[in-house]
């Protein structure tokens, strides 16, 4: 529980009237003050008493580690229970700051390529510990321009995922519209299902990663459970039905999944449904090493890239190749965590 949530429940212990809840949140979210004793909408007796039992700041993780890199800054945070999750701040010249951040402590599905896969599931984070990672630079007086759910974890399956949309959405905390934040699937049908249902807004990201079923198993065991085959047309009604882009993750992993070949049948593949092709959009990755790919995967050659793409977009395939940069903080998704977790005793 953090601490926003148990301050909550003290104020309904102490018998406070209900707006002071609001007080405070507005004090926070409107006001970007952290430290209870600034509250000055509440009395220096009220505002003691949380000092007391909360400590001096909202905030209940507390940043252990921080990457710096150009357009990239990584965050290593330690919850109260003492697990650690990572967010990205990604910043560009032209002032927008974009934040990826994670849903769940490790990951159960384990991706033969991602450092978060190599943890497993630690537990999920509640909505309360997903936003405040986006509190912590909201305090610090950054702009929240968007948020992805790129970070550790599978969002969609994780419950709490939808109340914490819920939150960020809400005009008196955050105030983000759907259409700045992106969701990232490897393709969890029910949670697919009831985001189109409830957030037919949110960007929406499929990791794919694989043009055919066969190398996506070998790759992703997630295709085991909720194949391409059944999770493409759930992708097609959601474009149907929202009328918006949905992105189609990549990662090119070189001699493996980046030869023309490849390019031709992930074309074939996409061009089955006609009617949702306009609005999907290949977003090729081209691989971030990690001390933990055992030098099995390396991002593939420049000229290799280019002729993916060229492939793509002569079968009528919208799409771009992502520019690489963070690899060396290891901005990858769990980088830093694996890193801890293999480092200690």
């Known amino acids: 529980m953090t601490k926003l949530e148990r301050c909550k429940e003290l104020l309904g212990c102490w018998e406070q009237p209900d707006y002071r809840y609001r007080q405070i949140l507005h004090a926070v979210f409107q006001n970007r003050v952290s430290r209870f004793q600034d509250m000055t909408v509440l009395s220096g007796e009220l505002r003691e008493k949380l000092r007391r039992e909360l400590g001096e700041t909202v905030l209940t993780l507390r940043p252990v580690r921080e990457s710096r890199s150009g357009q990239a800054d990584k965050l290593l945070f330690e919850l109260e229970d003492g697990s650690r999750i990572e967010t990205v701040r990604l910043h560009y010249q032209k002032g927008w700051e974009s934040f990826c951040i994670s849903s769940q402590c490790g990951c159960a599905f384990g991706c033969k390529f991602c450092a978060t896969g190599t943890m497993k599931k630690l537990r999920n984070l509640t909505a309360w510990e997903i936003i405040e990672q986006l509190l912590y630079f909201h305090l610090q007086g950054r702009r929240l321009d968007s948020v992805s759910f790129m970070g550790m974890g599978e969002p969609l399956a994780n419950p709490h995922i939808l109340q914490a949309l819920s939150l960020l959405t809400d005009p008196a905390l955050f105030g983000l519209s759907q259409r700045r934040i992106t969701v990232s699937t490897v393709g969890v049908a029910p949670g697919l299902k009831r985001l189109t249902a409830e957030f037919p807004q949110v960007n929406l990201a499929y990791s794919l990663h694989a043009p055919t079923p066969e190398l996506r198993k070998k790759l992703m065991p997630v295709e085991k459970r909720w194949s391409m085959e059944q999770v493409l047309p759930l992708l097609n009604t959601h474009i149907l039905r929202t009328h918006r882009r949905v992105f189609l ?33 290949v977003d090729l990755i081209p691989y971030n090493e990690t001390a933990h790919s055992g030098g099995i995967f390396a991002p593939p050659e420049q000229e290799r890239i280019q002729e993916f793409l060229r492939i793509l977009r002569q079968a009528g395939i919208r799409c771009s190749a992502r520019t690489q940069f963070g690899s060396d903080i290891s901005a990858a998704c769990g980088q830093l965590c694996a890193e801890e977790a293999h480092n200690d005793p």
């Open 249 to 281: 993750a990549y990662i090119l992993l070189r001699q493996i999944n980046d030869s023309p070949a490849h390019a031709k049948k992930l074309a074939q593949l996409l061009r089955r449904n006609l009617r949702a092709l306009p609005l999907y959009h």
